[in-house]
């Protein structure tokens, strides 16, 4: 029995896994493709770039679309349909030659990574309670996986078919894969709660929403999307413009850059198993060395070599930035994770929605340098609502300590006055 729970469980995440690879394919491919999206299309490159919003915009869509229904049919059903939504976008996006079809496409890519993400994390609580952190530390990395995969497929395609197609069918197939995979299997469901829980629950999300610690949070997350789908969405197509080399030559960046998140998610655990930086000092390091590489890849995109090596440690600096900042929340907000979670994947929507066509418009009016500056602010200013977070943390605990030591002496001059 113990044998068979465990061949089910190793079932269960290499699913997910597959899933997750799936997404990481996906969602990177729009990016490195923009300008052929907009050529076919028929649209100027910044027009293009509205894709990102509406993709983000879904995202959104999706969490608050799961998290509705997820305990009436499930987060099986809800992963299954969010890799049905994520593989007909995928088929559809490279076909189209209509551009409000092309942004409908990326509107389904994005609900679809909604409904998948907030299913897949219920169900690694619930399938992997004791090796919970270990687990989503990997799922994470098959997500870089398949982003630095997808730009990979997308230069042999195009110098071997000459056509992006074939790259966005293996991101749908892979979806297929996931989902009669699933099928069979077993998955954890949620548990009911009575309606005085559900009362209880709403009490909560009025304080939990007042708190400025979970909107510092989320302002982290914001600017952390910035510099991560800003940076992997136009990477592309800017050292294309800048070196003047086509976009088969310059994918190899942002395979690059996605091979660094996932090679920086798996160094950053290892850094923290081996208690070499604390979490908070190595979301500063991240921070300083993501905002510097991405500086160099700004002012220098013509220089092929020295902006190909500060993509690649953009990208490993940005890798650990998304895991802390979750891990950090989730214990700050243990009592409250299903409000904090949503509140901080919406503010990364919002941010998916605004940042990614700023870039864009000031790529086409203002020039390289001036679009892809701005990832790499992103990336430094994190620093700020990080440190506020921090020492609101700090004095919260210490007001805390405060009113407790009160508390107690009064107790003690009760005591003291009724023995005398």
């Known amino acids: 029995m113990i044998h068979g729970a465990t061949q089910n469980r190793r079932l269960l995440f290499f699913t997910l896994y597959i899933a997750y690879i799936c997404t990481g394919i996906v969602s990177a491919l729009p990016g490195p493709s923009l300008s052929l999206l907009a050529t076919h299309t028929r649209v100027t490159l910044d027009i293009a770039g509205w894709i990102f919003s509406a993709s983000s915009f879904g995202f959104m869509t999706g969490v608050v679309i799961s998290g509705s229904l997820v305990r009436r049919i499930g987060p099986k059903s809800i992963l299954i349909s969010g890799l049905i939504l994520m593989a007909v976008a995928s088929i559809i996006t490279p076909w189209t030659h209509l551009f409000p079809v092309l942004v409908g496409a990326l509107f389904l890519e994005g609900i679809g990574f909604g409904v998948l993400d907030v299913s897949i994390n219920i169900i690694v609580t619930l399938a992997f309670p004791d090796t919970l952190g270990e687990t989503l530390n990997n799922l994470h990395s098959s997500f870089g996986a398949g982003a630095l ?115 920086g998610r798996i160094l950053g655990g290892q850094v923290l ?76 929507g919002v941010s998916g929605m605004i940042l990614p066509v700023t870039i864009g418009f000031l790529i086409a009016h203002a020039g390289v340098g001036w679009g892809m500056a701005i990832p790499a602010l992103c990336s430094l200013v994190i620093i700020l609502p990080l440190s506020l977070a921090l ?7 210490h007001s805390a300590a405060g009113t407790h030591t009160m508390d107690d002496t009064a107790a003690q001059a009760s005591n003291t006055q009724q023995t005398i």
Request: aromatic share 10%.
């Open 149 to 263: 995969l997808g730009p990979l497929l997308l230069s042999v395609v195009l110098q071997t078919l000459r056509d992006m197609t074939g790259a966005y069918l293996v991101g749908g197939f892979i979806g297929i894969v996931g989902v009669l995979l699933l099928l069979r299997q077993r998955v954890p469901v949620l548990p009911t709660h009575a309606e005085t829980r559900q009362q209880q629950t709403n009490i909560r999300l009025s304080s939990i929403l007042r708190q400025p610690l979970l909107w510092l949070m989320a302002i982290q997350l914001f600017l952390y999307v910035g510099g991560e789908v800003g940076f992997g969405s136009w990477i592309v197509t800017a050292v294309s413009q800048s070196a003047a080399i086509t976009l088969a030559l310059a994918a190899p960046w942002a395979t690059v850059f996605w091979a660094g998140l996932t090679a």
């Open 273 to 348: 198993k081996r208690e070499l930086l604390t979490e908070v000092r190595l979301l500063y390091v991240c921070a300083i060395g993501a905002g510097l590489s991405g500086l160099v890849v700004a002012f220098f995109p013509t220089y092929l070599v020295v902006s190909f090596i500060a993509s690649g440690l953009m990208g490993l600096f940005l890798g650990p930035l998304w895991p802390g900042i979750m891990a950090i929340s989730s214990r700050w907000f243990v009592h409250a994770l299903n409000i904090a979670s949503s509140t901080l994947l919406i503010s990364a």
């Open 391 to 397: 020492w609101q943390r700090g004095h919260t605990l």
